[in-house]
């Protein structure tokens, strides 16, 4: 075992992952690497090291035979997370309602957002979900759940230089069925008031055209500059299992590794030795001229509103992605955490670089002040990072309100909104199939009539619920969870609204989340209240 952050860990990550789909042979790991302390030549386990003498640079991914069935996260302990601060709770009036206890329901606790100025029925957008083939597959559910939802669904990138049907006309796309098939997805269940959709570009959608085909053909609203993400700081990479998709994406100027046009690659192909390629997308360089003008020409475009998702840089990078945001006046950036993602972050990337996301945040708060402080424009800000449930929600955003009004507006969630559809999508299946675990069944019931609880209140919303895509039941039902547990903690603080949140109703668990926080203690939080209060006549 050893000490990482202050917090105990188990050394078996460094040689056996998860992610990779690696083990070791014994339960007692050396401390330091992370080996068997007796490695033994018969050994038929496949650990870190074994698997790289196997597939080489394959070992750097996520189990490649599992691309498009799985999303991929950080299995390191940063010393440091949402867990680590609790809510205050309070007995004494209400914020935002009258103070009365007919009225003080938590029902009745306003949870609606506005960042940018989208609004959102919660401060919730989707993570942005690109060419992967997870993505694909569970576009729809996520599509349709985050319009019935309220919230901004995200296409992420190159989804249009991906798209074998996609029309290019002297270098830009000019028709793009994929992309076309992603918006309507959403639109379908769109009540045209909450949410919208975002359509983010990177180098190559940029050098495409995608942002002004997106514009001017679909009628996007929301366009999203990328510069990189909290999985991965390198671009985004995708795994290709068919020969001559990989020969077009390299035609369209994407790095494709191996090289497919190689006949020694093509022979190898065919006889098994290679099962996939890797396409990766190019680094953005970041300059200042560069990025205002590209803002302005997407608003001459028409594009009613920009933003900018970053990734969990250094403090100098944050500061410089912040600043140029700040002077091109966008609507909003992301800025993400190291954690996770949909595609093949390499794991050595997502374990040990970027910022982990409340160390971020708080960076990116100190940025912000000193902006505010000097009369220029901030952005609305949204965090990324490993957001699950209600509880991270609402401490991201109370850790960023100083006062007036919180920095931070909303949050993204990935991985945890493919997980409600991917499981609701299964669970539909095996239902389907008679196959569903008897343990569930008792409880639940057998079809997806009985064991999706939104439903009934769904039929008041949409005019023929055969329709909705039983993912989008899934991720659906998720945000509601999300959406009451926020009133509950909400209703809890007595904060009837839900930017009324502040630094002053969360306090820190221990030493390190103060420290990077400025976040006191549980002993030290409002304690120079006590004497006022008791010694009051």
């Given amino acids: 075992m050893e000490k990482i952050g202050g917090e105990m860990m188990d050394s078996r990550y460094l040689n056996s992952k998860s992610t990779t789909w690696t083990s070791l042979r014994v339960r007692d790991p050396a401390a330091t690497s992370g080996m068997c302390p007796l490695c033994i030549d018969e050994c038929p386990v496949i650990c870190e090291i074994s698997l790289s003498a196997f597939r080489g640079r394959e070992a750097l ?37 009258v103070p009365d206890p007919d009225s003080a329901l938590f029902p009745n606790v306003d949870v609606e957002a506005k960042v940018g100025g989208i609004k959102l029925k919660m401060p919730v957008i989707t993570g942005a979900l690109g060419s992967t083939d997870v993505a694909a597959t569970y576009w729809r559910s996520i599509a349709a759940g985050a319009a019935l939802s309220g919230i901004v669904v995200t296409i992420g990138e ?48 940029e050098r495409l055209g995608v942002d002004i085909y997106g514009i ?31 020969l077009m994406l390299k035609k369209r100027g994407y790095l494709v590794i191996p090289d497919p046009e190689d006949p ?47 990734g969990a840089y250094r403090p ?43 160390y971020l945040e708080a960076l990116v708060l100190k940025c912000a002040q000193i902006l505010s402080k000097k009369g220029r424009y901030v952005p609305d800000i949204v965090m990324a ?30 991985r945890a909104m493919l997980t409600a559809a991917m499981k609701a999508e299964y669970f539909a299946r095996l239902a389907k199939e008679e196959k569903i675990p008897e343990s569930f069944t008792k409880y639940y019931g057998k079809t997806p009539e009985k064991f999706f609880a939104a439903l009934p209140e ?55 989340a103060a420290k990077a926080t ?20």
């Fill in 385 to 414: 990072g490993g957001f699950i449930n209600e509880t991270q929600i609402l401490k991201a955003i109370a850790l960023s309100n100083f006062g007036d009004q919180p920095y931070v507006k909303a949050v993204v969630i990935g």
């Fill in 264 to 310: 020694a690659v093509q022979e190898a192909f065919k006889n098994g030795q290679i099962h996939s390629f890797e396409r990766h997308s190019r680094v953005g360089m970041a300059t200042k001229e560069e990025f205002l003008e590209g803002i302005d020409k997407l608003r001459e475009a028409g594009a009613k509103y920009i933003s900018l998702k970053t």
């Fill in 216 to 246: 001017s053909k679909l009628e996007v609203n929301i366009i999203e500059r990328k510069w990189g993400q909290g999985a991965k700081a390198i671009g985004g990479e995708v795994r290709v299992f068919n020969l001559e998709k990989a």
């Fill in 458 to 512: 769904l039929k008041n919303v949409v005019q023929d619920v055969s329709k909705i895509p039983c993912g989008a039941l899934g991720v659906y039902s998720y945000l509601e969870r999300i959406k009451i547990g926020m009133q509950q903690l909400l209703a809890g603080l007595r904060k009837f609204k839900l930017y009324l949140i502040s630094r002053n109703d969360i306090f820190a668990l221990s030493e390190r």
């Fill in 316 to 358: 100098a990078a944050t500061a410089y992605t912040l600043k140029l945001a700040s002077e091109a006046k966008i609507d909003y950036i992301t800025f993400d955490g190291c954690e996770g993602g949909t595609g093949m972050s390499p794991v050595p990337m997502m374990d040990e670089m970027g910022i982990p996301t409340v």
């Fill in 518 to 537: 400025g976040i006191p203690l549980a002993e030290e939080s409002g304690v120079d209240e006590i004497e006022a209060i008791l010694l009051d006549d």
């Fill in 61 to 97: 991914y996520p189990a490649p035979f599992l691309f498009g069935h799985a999303t991929a996260g950080a299995v390191k302990d940063y010393g440091l997370d949402w867990s680590h601060f609790n809510f205050h709770c309070e007995v004494r009036g209400a914020e935002g309602i």
């Fill in 158 to 205: 190159n989804v249009g230089g991906m798209d074998p049907n996609a029309v290019i006309s002297g270098g830009k796309i000019t028709k793009s069925p994929a992309l076309e098939e992603r918006v309507k997805a959403y639109r379908e269940f769109w009540d045209g008031k909450y949410g919208g959709i975002a359509l983010q570009t990177n180098v190559e959608d």
